[in-house]
């Protein structure tokens, strides 16, 4: 027998995919609530872009960093773009450094490219071109 939270959960998923944020927000805050990491994570990605409400930095950066920390690697990696940009949090390359890493372990290959870049350009890190190289064939790139 499917509950009805079961039921929930899955109206909620379906209306963030329709574009359909405010009855995704209705739906799917009562599981970020009680845990759910990947609900958190929409409800992150819903405040940070103002998707169905007004954009706000500081409950984008409270879910985003809920389901990071719950070993969601999408989020960790949307964690690590936060700090990266110093959207919603203080810019810092170590944070971001360490959210992409958590992300890339996990074989988020985003991760692993977004960190080759970093050390590439000495975005956030000191530049270190062997370092960038080693990342991108981690990657998959041909260097």
């Known amino acids: ?4 939270k079961d039921v929930d959960y899955a109206s909620g998923m379906s209306a963030f995919e329709a574009k359909h944020f405010s009855t995704a927000m209705q739906l799917l805050s009562p599981f970020a609530d009680q845990g759910n990491p990947e609900a958190q994570h929409r409800l992150a990605i819903m405040f940070q872009n103002g998707l169905g409400m007004a954009r706000n930095d500081e409950l984008a950066e409270k879910w985003m960093r809920k389901s990071a920390e719950q070993g ?4 960790q990696h ?14 810092s390359g170590d944070e971001a450094i360490k959210w992409f890493t958590l992300a890339a372990d996990q074989g988020l290959t985003g991760s692993l490219t977004t960190l080759a870049m970093m050390y590439e350009q000495g975005d956030g890190v000191e530049q270190d071109q062997d370092k960038a ?3 991108y064939k981690q990657a998959g ?3």
Not at 72 to 75: D, H, K, P, Q, V
């Open 141 to 143: 790139f041909d260097v």
């Open 133 to 135: 190289k080693v990342l």
């Open 72 to 75: 969601f690697a999408i989020a």
């Open 1 to 4: 027998m499917i509950e009805d």
């Open 78 to 91: 949307g964690l690590g773009f936060m700090y990266l940009q110093g959207e919603g949090v203080e810019k």
